[in-house]
């Protein structure tokens, strides 16, 4: 074999074995890109799994909703004990008003059973009054019982004591008690034509009805 013919086999040599290298080069790149590939499907898998995890427990919280927060337990006995105040304060004022009212009852009960005895003393000045003579009305001693008969009046009406209407006022079972009965023309049916004895009213309240004599 000529000298030529050995350097030229050399120089195919030495060309060939770039190409080896540049073979080997190309598969680890593809390699390299496979694994690129493979780390980015990884992480890509990873995220959706992150994602899904959130959107379940999202999920999860929006159907059982917030978990309600325990209370102080200091709270709860403010709570309490305010609710205990509230209730006593309106027990005591239920009572306040209930012991008002029997209170008021009671005093109109004894005021009336006071009128009641006072009455016939006011009966008897009027009798006493109407006995007297035109004469004798000068007298000291019929004057000052005139008096005494007018300032006892004044005091009973500044009590609440007034006398009830009767003569020429329409019969009023409420007020009166018919104890006599007569025929007058002149009078309208059912129309009180005397007072037997008067009648007093105490706050509104028949004390003593009055008796009377009524027209038919």
Known sequence: MSKEEVK???KLA???????????????????????????????T?????EAGSAEESGKKGFFGKKKEKKDPR???????????????????????????????MFEIGAKDIVERILPVVDNFERGLAA?????????????MDKIYKQL?????EAGVKPIE?????????????????????L?????????????TYRDTVVRHSMVQVAN
């Open 75 to 105: 709270d709860e006995k403010i709570e309490e004990l305010t609710d205990r105040l509230q209730r006593t304060m309106a027990e005591f004022d239920n009572y306040r008003k209930r012991t008002e009212k029997e209170k008021t009852a």
């Open 166 to 186: 009767a003569v020429g006022k329409p019969f009023d079972p409420d007020f009166h008690n018919a104890v006599m009965h007569i025929e007058d023309e002149s």
């Open 8 to 10: 030229t086999d050399e």
């Open 132 to 144: 007297i003579s035109d004469e004798e009305k000068s007298a000291p001693f019929a004057d000052g």
């Open 46 to 50: 990873e995220e959706e799994n992150t």
């Open 153 to 157: 009046m004044k005091t009973l009406e």
């Open 188 to 200: 309208g049916e059912n129309i009180v034509s005397q007072e037997l004895q008067k009648g007093y």
């Open 14 to 44: 030495d060309e060939a074995v770039p190409t080896e290298d540049a073979a080997s080069t190309e598969k680890e790149i593809e390699g390299a890109e496979a694994c690129t590939d493979g780390g980015t499907q990884e992480h890509v």
